[in-house]
């Protein structure tokens, strides 16, 4: 009789599969089983990386940086068009330094936009790699 160290349960040497918790044993003895318990908390961590992802999207700074960005370009887009059809120098000039800082501005919340993103896709994809381990463990385990 040996003891089976997941569930404490003694089995015979002929037996592949723990009756009590339904762990298997490969037939070189080895261990082939993850703790169902593990692979539940794989599943949470799977939902709870895709709830983060969700919200860290939905938060108020992502929406600002995205109508800021939304609103710059479309002033920008005013500006620069008056630039280059303003026949005066100094106005011409005023306008390019008013548009330049506007690239600025667009730039900097393209940045904060990206690192939203960025944090979503990382999040959505350690979520799909721990639901795909938890659904392998727990095929492995049937």
Not at 14 to 26: F, W
Request: hydrophobic share 35%; net charge negative; glycine share 4%.
């Amino acid at each position: 009789m040996r003891i089976y160290p997941e569930c404490s349960f003694e089995f015979e040497e002929q037996v592949t599969v723990c009756p009590k918790c339904g762990c298997s044993l490969e037939s070189n003895g080895s261990l082939n089983c993850i703790n169902k318990i593990g692979s539940y908390l794989l599943i949470i961590a799977a939902v709870f990386c895709q709830i983060f992802g969700i919200w860290q999207n939905a938060n108020d700074d992502y929406k600002f940086y995205c109508e800021h960005r939304s609103d710059c370009l479309k002033d920008y887009d005013i500006i620069y068009s008056a630039a280059t059809s303003d026949k005066s120098e100094n106005l011409r000039n005023a306008y390019f330094s008013f548009a330049e800082r506007y690239e600025d501005m667009i730039e900097y919340d393209n940045k904060e936009i990206a690192k939203y993103r960025i944090s979503l896709i990382i999040s959505i994809g350690c979520g799909v790699t721990f639901m795909l381990l938890a659904v392998k463990y727990i095929k492995n385990q049937k």
